[in-house]
């Protein structure tokens, strides 16, 4: 009896070590998804660190012997997802700068034609 136990035990706690941290998953999968709600993947620069995470992401998925490893990949999926993120939210912000400064310029032609 008390060996069952010590198997059953060993073999829960092997169970659990092979699996990715599911905290760690949720972010991961939360950053990429964050980077592909505000559009990283038509910012071309972004499109590239969101495909990483992606790839990242799903390495670490497939990772049964190594936790630690996973957990690195797992790492550097949530934070090439955040750049891409970041990017794509720079470029947003960029092409909305730049409109707002062609409506000026267009204003303060149109005011010098009167």
């Known amino acids: 009896m008390t060996i069952r136990i010590l198997l059953f ?9 092979s699996a990715p941290p ?9 950053s990429i998804r964050a980077a592909e709600e505000v559009g990283a993947k038509q910012v071309p620069a972004a499109s590239l660190y969101l495909q990483l995470a992606e790839e990242q992401f799903q390495a670490a998925q497939h990772e049964k012997g190594d936790k630690d490893r996973a957990s690195r ?3 550097r999926s949530q934070a090439d997802a955040e750049l891409a993120l970041a990017l794509a939210r720079s470029e947003t912000e960029r092409a909305q700068a730049q409109s707002a400064i ?3 310029n267009q204003a303060n032609a149109n005011s010098g034609a009167i």
């Open 22 to 30: 599911v905290a760690q998953q949720e972010q991961s999968s939360a």
């Open 102 to 104: 062609t409506k000026v």
């Open 9 to 17: 035990t060993s073999a829960l706690v092997a169970g659990c070590a």
């Open 73 to 75: 990949l797992l790492s």
